[in-house]
């Protein structure tokens, strides 16, 4: 039985070694067969030891500043990937596995590109790189046209996965869609029924990811953000009603809030 690869990245201060560690722990918990994650990163320190933890991928160009986007991913075409070859899963830090990820090996063509559908833009045909699948080495053309313009390539496309989309040769496939679910949307859903119920684990996942906020350690907590408290849905609406006396933008806090999720507790960890 061949060895399923599975890759993330680690670059600056965002995410902590608790995320590649729990990374880690979940696809043991959720995949058959001997496999290998390997996590692209500045700083390895605190990564447990079963990761093969490697420097970061150079990507051979400048994004402008003000691009937004995750333009370090696109390091993961180069022709060579640390001597990596074969299929190879990438998954996001933020992202918490609730059951067997086998699929994701076996779904499609080998050589297709496998990404989730953009939740954002659904009748669209744009890919969302939370999770997705490639073979290593087969589209260097994708870092090879990003370094010959970097300016002009990511001030169109915006985000990396926007990219992805355009460029594959071929075209991108998708996954299931019930495999791969944001948090967001499908779970905590439109912000008056955050305040009723905690947030639901869709049926059929594998995978819910978290772009934005709030991340996993928060939505075990309760809260929006790291850098916010807690509460209970009375206090979060007096709260936000109080903050119209000082914020301009006060309404958006009503929708910024979420209930412990315990199923995210269960899943979370190392």
């Known amino acids: 039985m061949s060895t399923k690869l599975i890759l993330c990245m680690k670059w600056g201060t965002v995410y902590g070694p608790e995320y ?48 937004p986007g995750k ?25 918490v596995i609730v059951s067997n990820i086998d699929g994701y090996f076996s779904h499609g063509n080998p050589e297709d590109v496998i990404t989730a559908r953009n939740w954002v833009r659904p009748f669209s045909k744009a890919g969302q790189t939370s999770v997705f699948r490639f073979q290593v080495g087969r589209h260097p053309y994708m870092l090879e046209n990003l370094q010959a313009d970097p300016a002009n390539l ?40 955050r305040y009723l119920r905690p947030p639901v684990l869709p049926a059929g996942v594998k995978i ?33 009603w109080n903050a119209r006396k000082t914020e301009k933008n006060w309404r958006r806090h009503f929708s910024r809030f979420v209930l412990p999720s315990a199923w995210v507790a269960e899943h979370w960890r190392e």
Not at 54 to 67: A, T
Not at 217 to 224: C, M, S
Request: charged share 20%; proline share 12%; hydrophobic share 40%.
């Open 208 to 240: 819910v990811t978290f772009p934005g906020r709030p991340k996993p350690p928060d939505a075990i907590a309760g809260r929006w953000s790291g850098n916010s408290q807690p509460r209970r849905p009375l206090e979060q609406l007096r709260w936000v």
């Open 71 to 95: 333009w370090p991913k696109v390091a993961l075409w180069s022709k060579d990937l640390d001597g990596l070859e074969g299929l190879a899963l990438f998954i996001d830090l933020d992202s």
């Open 20 to 67: 590649v560690n729990i990374l880690h722990a979940m696809v043991a918990r959720n995949i058959t067969g001997p496999f290998k994650v390997v996590c692209f990163t500045d700083d390895p320190t605190g990564v447990r030891e079963e990761v093969l933890c490697r420097p970061l991928p150079p990507l051979g160009c400048e994004i402008p500043p003000d691009v």
């Open 154 to 193: 990511s001030r169109k496309y915006q985000f990396e996965q926007n990219y992805v989309t355009a460029g594959i040769h071929g075209g991108i496939r998708f996954w299931p869609p019930e495999w791969t679910k944001h948090f967001g949307l499908h779970s905590m859903g439109i912000w008056p029924l």
